[in-house]
């Protein structure tokens, strides 16, 4: 686009939209942070009840967890996406928010399978207050399961299109203000394909554990960078592999001694 005289049209970056992006995403780890320092923060006391008692915590309780565990983990690695959108849309602050909107949409669809999953697992005694497994046969399955699940074609096939912005909107776009939120929706649906093993291990380390949830987000994004993707992907897989390998053999070892 240009203006009269030939130059091209400068567009003030949408500033609105990025103060929100980065507000969720700072609110949500903060709110987390809280959750879980209720113990050394006597004066946030009240907000202990939100997640604590394996025994009293309510679906809605998790609900409302997981809910800004998406917040704090899956947005970043959206960004890369919404930079390029903004880009083709000359940062148009109501199509990025319906793209944004389409892409979370889809991930809080998943949270209640999380929370209940989370339910299960603390009536059955499996993982602590802090979310984390009691059982190294759980870990090593669920990092058994998230190893072999980065070999797999869906796997790299959603991973391809979470590394490649470009390409994506390239093949893939659509006009109009719902348009933005069904491409949203379903870059949304390719990336819980594509990470939803990598969620499993919030199990393993404990999902009030506010590090190794950063380190999680941290994998997830570091992943769909397009030069890093592949390799950084596989070299993850067998790492999971070689962590579970561990885990089961002791896991059988002090079985059989015990």
């Not at 409302?64 to 998406?70: E, N």
């Not at 000359?90 to 944004?100: E, G, P, S």
């Not at 053999?249 to 002090?254: E, N, P, Q, R």
């Amino acid at each position: 686009m240009t203006n009269l005289d030939g130059t091209p049209t400068i567009t003030k970056p949408s500033y609105t939209f990025w103060i929100l992006f980065y507000g969720s995403i700072c609110s949500s780890w903060l709110l987390l942070f809280v959750m879980s320092s209720t113990d050394s923060l006597p004066s946030l006391a009240f907000i202990k009840d939100f997640c604590t008692s394996a025994s009293e915590a309510s679906i809605f309780q998790l609900t409302g967890m997981w809910s800004l565990m998406i917040g704090a983990m899956m947005l970043p690695s959206f960004y890369n996406f919404v930079v390029v959108h903004q880009d083709i849309r000359r940062n148009d602050f109501k199509h990025t928010v319906l793209l944004t909107s389409g892409y979370v949409a889809i991930w809080v669809t998943v949270v209640p399978l999380a929370s209940f999953a989370q339910k299960y697992f603390l009536e059955q005694d499996l993982i602590g207050l802090d979310g984390r497994s009691h059982s190294m046969l759980l870990n090593g399955l669920l990092l058994l399961t998230a190893g072999i699940y980065q070999f797999t074609k869906i796997k790299n096939a959603c991973l391809t299109v979470c590394s490649s912005p470009m390409h994506f909107f390239l093949g893939h776009w659509k006009e109009g203000y719902t348009g933005s939120f069904l491409m949203g929706v379903q870059l949304g649906i390719i990336c819980v394909i594509c990470c939803w093993a990598l969620m499993l291990l919030a199990f393993v380390g404990g999902a009030m554990n506010m590090l190794w949830m950063a380190g999680l987000t941290s994998i997830m994004v570091i992943e769909k960078q397009g030069h890093l993707s592949e390799k950084f992907s596989g070299l993850l897989g067998m790492t999971l592999i070689g962590a579970a390998s561990i885990t089961l053999v002791l896991s059988i070892f002090l079985e059989v001694i015990i």
